[in-house]
């Protein structure tokens, strides 16, 4: 079988954003809101047409996430997952995918299970140090600010290369 990265496993909060969460009250209503980088958007959307699959597990769950993943095209969405990697394990058995076929991004502690888990794990450039100690890549470029572009930049050009 192929050893070709086929899925992006994506954390949310710090990667996809800059971690901040934003609670306004409007109405009387709290509302959160998240801002997302249009580079990450653009080579979220470039993974999936050229045959890639995107997977978003977050811890979070929150509307804006699962509005700006559906513009996306976005495959799997998973909110408020507390352990990630039972869900990742699904995702694969639907996919018939293996870990060597999967690289993923997080920030924190509770991405280091995906890091053990897929074949490459990428570190925003602000990530905790932890993350960063045991990840295969630390973008330059921080959550929000591109880091899930410079991982999706990284893997094409590995695909590229072969």
Known sequence: MSDAIKMIVL???GTLTNGQILLME?????????????????????????????????????????????????????LGIENKLPCLNGICEKYEILPSNIA????????????????YSFAPADASIVNRSRASFITNARGGHGAVREMIDILMGMKACK
Not at 106 to 118: A, E, K, P, Q, R
């Open 26 to 78: 409007i109405d009387n209503k709290i509302v959160e809101a998240k801002s997302f980088n249009v580079k990450d958007g653009m080579g979220i959307s470039q993974w999936i047409k050229d045959g890639g699959l995107v997977s978003i597990i977050s811890g979070r769950r929150c509307s804006v996430v699962l509005h700006r993943a559906r513009e996306l095209g976005v495959q799997e969405i998973h």
């Open 104 to 119: 993923c991004i997080g920030d924190d502690i509770n991405d280091i299970v995906l890091y053990n888990f897929c074949r």
């Open 11 to 13: 954390d949310v909060d």
